[in-house]
């Protein structure tokens, strides 16, 4: 049974950091492509960050670009997403979920991904 569990949300000022963390089980962590989503109160799902299944790609959307890093650590089956230079309208949940094959045709959807986490909050006050 696949299990995702965030951590590492917070309150935080304009401008600071956080680390999200993201333990997974239940599957072949090397074998599937990792992503980070994130949902603002009223608004949609959203890409944040997605990482192949070897780690050696990553993805960014736009609005994160240059400020988040995505990262996984095999031996710990985790994954990470450091932030830094937040902004208030980087508040959200955040969600980490399994990619369904082991390279998605487009990491950015979250239709790529077959299971998620229950999220972890992330509050940037200005």
């Known amino acids: 049974q696949v299990s995702l569990v965030e951590s590492g949300g917070g309150l935080v000022q304009d401008g600071a950091s956080l680390r999200l963390s993201c333990a997974a089980s239940?599957?072949?962590?090397?074998?599937?492509?990792m992503g980070w989503f994130r949902q603002a109160p009223g608004k949609d799902l959203e890409f944040v960050a997605a990482?192949?299944?070897?780690?050696?790609?990553?993805y960014y959307a736009d609005s994160v670009k240059g400020r988040f890093t995505i990262s996984r650590d095999y031996a710990k089956n985790t994954l990470y997403l450091q932030m830094d230079s937040l902004k208030s309208e980087d508040t959200a949940i955040y969600y980490c979920?399994?990619?369904?094959?082991?390279?998605?045709?487009?990491?950015?959807?979250?239709?790529?991904?077959?299971?998620w986490g229950q999220g972890t909050q992330v509050t940037v006050s200005s």
């Open positions: 979920a399994v990619s369904r094959v082991k390279i998605p045709a487009v990491y950015s959807e979250s239709g790529a991904y077959t299971s």
């Open positions: 239940g599957f072949s962590f090397s074998s599937k492509a």
């Open positions: 990482i192949s299944f070897a780690g050696g790609r990553t």
